[in-house]
């Protein structure tokens, strides 16, 4: 069974990078022809996709962070990352990594979630 | 500020049926394929329906999509106490080139 599962640090200082890693098992990023991405949810709130990949490195990311994102894969490690430079205090969120169901970036069809971690960007 | 409104609560007893609607636009709904999803609280969300009107697999029979010009609506029957959650609908946005999501609603079953 597919398990997703995020990890990287938990406090972030503002104008820093944000490093975030999702670990993917029971699966595999570069054999299954999937789109993977990563989800943000400030506490309390709604849902904003950032981005999707695919383990060939082709990457969609929402227009509105593209500026400041990267999503990248590691298919030597079944992982892909994310990182977004230049944070503030609105860039605090629980993040997800998600896959999509099916070889299309542009449908919001997650079908598998990781639980999500929590980055506070705070001095 | 989600280009798909939802109302921001939605409420019913035991046994009643609920509807969340998801109003959007040509550029969205009114062109793609809506998702919905559940979150229970303090967990990820989960996927309801696929493609307007399909439900997920194992997702019981009481929860019911649908879609029609730039709107689209979740329906709940026998609504129970273990619904209560958060709902969101999701779809492609042309005009934003990515992939949006409404504002959610917090369904409270009384």
């Known amino acids: 069974q597919l398990h997703l599962e995020e990890s990287g640090p938990g406090l972030v200082k503002p104008s820093e990078t944000l490093s975030l890693t999702c670990s993917v098992s029971g699966g595999s990023l570069n054999r299954d022809s999937y789109f993977w991405a990563w989800i943000r949810q400030p506490p309390g709130k709604g849902l904003e996709w950032i981005g999707s990949?695919?383990?060939?490195?082709?990457?969609h990311y929402n227009p509105s962070l593209q500026s400041r994102v990267t999503i990248s894969v590691d298919t030597t490690k079944n992982q892909f990352s994310l990182i977004l430079t230049s944070v503030t205090a609105s860039d605090t969120a629980f993040y997800y990594c998600a896959k999509h169901q099916g070889s299309s970036w542009s449908e919001p069809w997650f079908d598998t979630w990781g639980q999500g971690t929590l980055v506070t960007v705070a001095s | 500020q989600s280009v798909l409104t939802q109302p921001p609560s939605a409420s019913g007893t035991p046994g009643q049926t609920v509807t969340i609607s998801c109003s959007g636009s040509?550029?969205?709904?009114?062109?793609?394929?809506v998702y919905w999803y559940q979150q229970l609280p303090g967990t990820a969300p989960k996927l309801l329906i696929y493609r307007s009107d399909q439900r997920s697999s194992g997702v019981p029979d009481r929860f019911s999509a649908s879609k029609s010009g730039d709107s689209a609506s979740l329906a709940i029957s026998g609504l129970r106490s273990e619904d209560e959650a958060h709902f969101f609908c999701a779809v492609l946005d042309d005009t934003l080139r990515g992939l949006v999501f409404g504002g959610g609603t917090q369904l409270t079953v009384l």
């Open positions: 990949t695919f383990y060939s490195g082709t990457t």
């Open positions: 040509f550029s969205n709904i009114g062109s793609h394929s």
